[in-house]
């Protein structure tokens, strides 16, 4: 059994270039297996949204697939889009959230945990996205990793990037099978592999 799971959690590790799901199509257009969601999804915030064209393995960019976790869309019509492989053992998971926010420019605010002194902590309030890293590019888009992250974003890189008055971001949970460089290099490959899809009129 032990045996087994590691077997898959190798089969899941990327090598040169990261494994990869990829629906049918060309990076020039979302996947045709995973339009619909997307399309809908741009309809209900009335905004767009960044389809992928690349899922680390397991995953796909399918709602209301087989991977989708979350799909929860506020009153001021950002969105979280989340998809999940949950393995057993050693196999580990995959985790890619997808966030927009429709008008909006600035990092949201979220509860967090604050040290105060040995042993102390605190409850307050603070960016739901920090620590930035750096900036990487592809795409048409310049986006700035995050390292520090809340709520659904914990444990995870995340790129955040803004268009015409957006913030958008993508992030990935570092978990076996896929460390800290594998979450990079699969961040890099989503950025490069992300289409606009805008609402029909």
């Known amino acids: 059994m032990v045996a087994a799971a590691a077997a898959l959690a190798l089969c899941l ?4 270039a990261p494994a990869a799901h990829r629906a049918g199509g060309t990076r020039a257009a979302c996947p045709k297996a995973w339009a619909k969601g ?3 999804l741009a309809k209900k915030v009335q905004a767009p949204v960044y389809c992928p064209t690349w899922m680390p393995n397991p995953l796909d960019g399918h709602i209301g697939g087989e991977w989708q976790d979350i799909y929860s869309i ?4 950002s969105y979280l889009v989340g998809f999940l492989y949950h393995g057993e053992g050693a196999s580990g ?4 959230n997808f966030r927009g926010y429709p008008g909006r420019t600035r990092i949201p605010r979220c509860r967090i945990v604050v040290p105060i002194s040995a042993g102390k902590i605190r409850n307050g309030i603070g960016p739901c996205f ?3 890293r750096g900036r990487t590019k592809a795409n048409g888009i310049t986006a700035t990793v995050y390292t520090v992250n809340q709520d659904a974003d ?10 015409a008055g957006t913030l958008y971001t993508v992030s990935e949970h570092v978990i076996r099978p896929y460390n800290f460089s594998h979450v990079v290099k699969n961040l890099d490959a989503l950025l490069r592999g992300l289409v606009l899809v805008r609402p029909a009129r």
């Open 74 to 77: 506020g009153k001021d019509r």
């Open 130 to 132: 920090a620590d930035p």
């Open 13 to 16: 590790l990327p090598a040169a």
């Open 154 to 163: 914990q444990w995870h890189v995340l790129l955040a990037w803004r268009r």
């Open 38 to 40: 997307w399309l809908a």
């Open 93 to 96: 998971d995959v985790h890619v």
